[in-house]
C-alpha cells in the first residue's frame, strides 16, 4: 500500500518559490496517478491543486494555479515534485500528496487517497 511521505514546505514571501517533494520509495506505483492536495487555513475540505497521470504523465492543474505550478515525476525515484513559483498568501496550506490507481487525473478528488502527513506552506505577504 501506498505510503507517502511530503517535504519541502517553508515559510516565503509573496513571488517567492519552493519546490514540494511526495516520495513513496518503498510502493509500486506504476499504476498511479499522483495529485498535490491542499488544505486552507480554516478549511475542512482539501481542494486538488495539480495531478500527474501514470503512462503518459499528463498533468492537469486547477484554475487557481495559472501557470505558476509545474507537477513532475520521476518513477525511479517514486517522488513527485511540485514546483511552485510565484507564490501568494492565498497558497498558504498544508500540502498532501494522494494517488488513485488506475485512473487518470480526470478521476473525482473523492477517489484519490493514501494521503502522507503533509508539508505546510505559508507565504506571507
Known amino acids: 500500500q501506498l505510503q507517502f511521505v511530503e517535504s519541502g514546505g517553508g515559510w516565503v514571501q509573496v513571488g517567492e518559490s519552493l519546490t514540494l517533494s511526495c516520495a513513496a520509495p518503498?510502493?509500486?506505483?506504476?499504476?498511479?496517478?499522483i495529485a498535490w492536495f491542499r488544505r486552507a487555513p480554516g478549511k475542512e475540505r482539501k481542494e486538488e491543486v495539480s495531478c500527474i497521470s501514470y503512462g503518459d504523465g499528463s498533468t492537469e492543474h486547477a484554475d487557481f494555479v495559472e501557470g505558476r505550478f509545474t507537477i513532475s515525476r520521476d518513477n525511479a525515484k517514486k517522488t513527485v515534485y511540485l514546483q511552485m513559483n510565484d507564490l501568494k498568501p492565498e497558497d498558504t496550506g498544508v500540502y498532501y500528496c494522494g494517488a488513485v490507481w488506475g485512473r487518470y487525473c480526470s478521476a473525482p478528488a473523492y477517489e484519490f487517497g493514501f494521503w502522507g502527513q503533509g508539508t505546510q506552506v505559508t507565504v506571507s505577504s
Open positions: 518503498e510502493t509500486t506505483w506504476d499504476l498511479h496517478s
